[in-house]
Every structure is written in structure tokens, then in C-alpha cells.
């Protein structure tokens, strides 16, 4: 396959540290710290193979034709570049990140749905110094009275039957 | 007891127990079915009634203004006061004058103490009713702020994309690094060798070079024989005595 030669980062860094949600930022400094090194490890090696000066050994060896031979070999060699296991990994594991954040995403869209349906019903009350009791009972229905559902003297919510405390409430 | 009775309904705060049918089982806001032009909504009253006297309405005043002026009702309470008591229909008896003592001493308490107790009763509806109004306000921005924050997760998330790209960087950085150092493994290794080379010549020629020259030095020593010894140094000493100073 094409090399795809590389020899420095093309990823905004800032812009993907403002998406870090608060409780990973660890994990994303341990992150960028393993790509630091990796970019550094490629900055302080040679791009290319460095040339050798051949002339100068001719003149001083005395093996006959080792140095051609050494540079004929010198000349015509092609280091393969290392093969690329883990992309498909990669690929893998991403589509199935994608696929969570979909699904986050949904669930989120229905939070806010409901959120802004509270929102609405609180936005949409009068003030409440020209309510009537009546007009009380309509914006609050679980606190009045209501004939479907009627309550045991003494009317509190800890008396009525199959209540369930909450934890740690108070006596 | 004089007040408004007389002319609008009391609306006085009702005890919690007020027994409500809701009239529809769909959550509909009734409040916004209201005429709000025609039935505008009363809200409640913060100031008592404006009264003279203490305790005549000033809407007495206001209605028989029209007919009578500023001093109608006054010449009409006077005159009825009047009429009641002549006529002994309004009868001053032993209570009368009990309820006058009273209500002189009423007046004297209402004057002093009145301010102080509206003010304390007025601070504490304002802690109850903003109370209320606090936990309406709290609930609206707490519920607004949820809906930012559920959006900011939901751009963060999107995030996810710029991770992947990275990681496949790292892993291109980490192939060029690796592609670099077989570059640099073949430069050493052939250097090395060449390098090896070049010193086993050079140490070849210096041994040469250093074995000819003892081996020269050797021959030439071994050759001088001993009659060319006893020449050399009797020409050294002639050369010698030459050299000295002619000393006496």
C-alpha cells in the first residue's frame, strides 16, 4: 500500500481539549502526553537515509571491489515501510463509538423534550398573586384535593397508606 | 362591622381544604382561556382599602360626590346621626358610653401598636409568598440550565470523531517512527562494516611501516663492523680535538 508519510501533527488540539467533558480530562492528558512522545519520537529521527561517503573508503580499502559492491547495494536499497495491523481495529472500535453516541444522543434529545416541557409549564403560569385556588389546582394537580384520589385524615403524606419513606428523611 | 361587604363579594384566604374537580382530564392551562380584556385578573391587594375616618370607605364619598359635592356626605352622616339619636332610635344607653370608653381606647392602641404588628405581618407574607416565587424562579433556571448542559454533552460527544482521528495518527506516527529507524539501522550497520574495513587497513600499513623501519634500523646496526666502529670514533675524537679550544 502507498506510504502515507507523515511528519507532524495534523490535529487541532485545542479544539478537541474544549470537548473533553470535565471527569475525562485525565484520561485526555495521558492521551495527548502517548501522541507527544510518539511526534517527538519521529521528529528526532532522519526523514531519509543518510548518505555514506563512498569515495573516501575506495581510496583507503584495499579488498578489491568491496566498496562498488557495498555501493552499488547502498544505492538500490528499498527499506519496506512497516504494515498497518491495528487501522482496521480502529475502524471497528469507531463505529461502534459512533453507534453510543447516537444512542447518548437520543436519550439526551429526550431529556431536553421533557425538560422543556416542564419549562413550558412553569413559563406558562400566571403569577402567583392572581391565581385562584382553582387555577392553583390546575397548575399543581398532585398537591390538591382531588376526588379521584382522596386522602386520609390527617392528610400528610407520611400518614397515608403504602407510603414509603425516603432515605435519610428526616423524623 | 363596616366594610365592603356591601358592595363586592369578600374574598378572604380560603383553608387548605378546598375540594377542586378539575373540569377536563387533558392538562389544558385554563388560565389562558380567560378574557383577559374584559375580565382583567385581580391580583391581590398589598394596601388596605383607602377609608376616612378610620373606617368610612372612600367609595361613600366617591359616590355621593356627583350629587352633593365634598361636603354631602359628611352633612349626610351628620344628619342621620342626628335624626337617630332625637328620635331615639339609636339609643344611648349604659353600653353606649361602655363602647365609647372602649373605643377611645381602641383608637389609642390601634395608633400605637398598629404600625409595628402591620409590619410584621406584612415581612412574614413576603418570606411565605417569596418563597414561593423563589422556588418558581429556582425551577425555571434550574431547568434551563439542565437543557444547556444536556446540549453541551451532546456537543462534546460529538467530539468522539476528533479521538478516532488522532488515534490513527498516533498509529501513523508510530509506523513513520518505526520506517525511520530501519532507515538509521541501515546506515549503521553498513557504516559499521565499512568502518571495520577501513581500520584493518590502517592498522595493516602502520604495522608494515613500523616493522620496516625496526628492520632497517636492525640491519643497518648489525652491518657496521667492528674496524669501521674504531675509524668512526677515532674520526670523532680528531673532530672533537678540532673543535676544542686551542688551550695551552
Known amino acids: 500500500m502507498a506510504a502515507r508519510r507523515i511528519a507532524s501533527s495534523s490535529i487541532d488540539w485545542a479544539a478537541f481539549a474544549s470537548r473533553v467533558p470535565a471527569g475525562q480530562k485525565n484520561m485526555f492528558n495521558a492521551f495527548k502526553g502517548k501522541s507527544d512522545a510518539y511526534l517527538r519520537k519521529v521528529i528526532t529521527l532522519p526523514e531519509s537515509v543518510p548518505a555514506i561517503n563512498f569515495a573516501e573508503y575506495k581510496a583507503r580499502i584495499p579488498v578489491a571491489g568491496m566498496v562498488d559492491t557495498f555501493q552499488k547495494e547502498y544505492e538500490a536499497l528499498k527499506v519496506p515501510y512497516p504494515a498497518d495491523t491495528v487501522s482496521q481495529q480502529i475502524a471497528d472500535v469507531e463505529s461502534a463509538a459512533a453507534a453510543e453516541v447516537q444512542a447518548f444522543i437520543k436519550g439526551s434529545e429526550a431529556r431536553i423534550a421533557k425538560l422543556t416541557e416542564e419549562l413550558g409549564h412553569w413559563e406558562a403560569m400566571i403569577p402567583y398573586d392572581q391565581m385562584t385556588m382553582e387555577e392553583w389546582a390546575e397548575a399543581f394537580p398532585e398537591q390538591a384535593i382531588s376526588m379521584e384520589k ?4 390527617p392528610h400528610h403524606p407520611e400518614d397515608q397508606p403504602g407510603y414509603v419513606a425516603k432515605e435519610g428523611a428526616e423524623h | 362591622m363596616l366594610s365592603r361587604l356591601a358592595l363586592r363579594s369578600v374574598q378572604e384566604a380560603r383553608p387548605f381544604l378546598v375540594a377542586v374537580r378539575p373540569t377536563s382530564t387533558t392538562a389544558v392551562n385554563k388560565a389562558t382561556e380567560r378574557d383577559e380584556v374584559n375580565f382583567p385578573r385581580r391580583a391581590r391587594p398589598v394596601e388596605p382599602g383607602k377609608v376616612r375616618m378610620g373606617f368610612l370607605p372612600e367609595e361613600w364619598f366617591q359616590f355621593f360626590y356627583s350629587k352633593t359635592g365634598v361636603t354631602g356626605p359628611y352633612m349626610f352622616g351628620v344628619g342621620l346621626t342626628t ?6 332610635i339609636y339609643v344611648m344607653e349604659h353600653e353606649f358610653y361602655t363602647g365609647l370608653s372602649i ?6 392602641a390601634i395608633k400605637k401598636l398598629g404600625p409595628g404588628i402591620a409590619n410584621y405581618l406584612d415581612k412574614e407574607i413576603e418570606d411565605i409568598e417569596g418563597s414561593w416565587v423563589k422556588y418558581r424562579q429556582e425551577s425555571v433556571e434550574g431547568l434551563k440550565q439542565a437543557i444547556e448542559d444536556e446540549k453541551k454533552a451532546q456537543w462534546e460527544a460529538e467530539g468522539q470523531k476528533i479521538l478516532f482521528d488522532a ?3 498516533n498509529v501513523a506516527l508510530q509506523l513513520e517512527a518505526a520506517y525511520r529507524e530501519r532507515l538509521a539501522t541501515v546506515h549503521s550497520e553498513v557504516k559499521k562494516r565499512l568502518d571495520y574495513q577501513l581500520e584493518t587497513a590502517n592498522v595493516k600499513t602502520r604495522i608494515e611501516q613500523k616493522h620496516m623501519v625496526n628492520w632497517i634500523v636492525n640491519n643497518v646496526k648489525a652491518s657496521i663492523t667492528p674496524a669501521q666502529e674504531a675509524a668512526a670514533l677515532k674520526q670523532c675524537f680528531a673532530d672533537l680535538k678540532g ?6
Not at chain 2, 673543535?243 to 695551552?248: D, F, H, K, Y
Open chain 1, 150 to 153: 382522596p386522602t386520609m385524615w
Open chain 2, 83 to 88: 335624626f337617630l339619636c332625637s328620635k331615639e
Open chain 2, 103 to 108: 373605643f377611645v381606647m381602641a383608637v389609642y
Open chain 2, 167 to 169: 488515534k490513527r495518527e
Open chain 2, 243 to 248: 673543535l676544542a679550544p686551542q688551550s695551552a
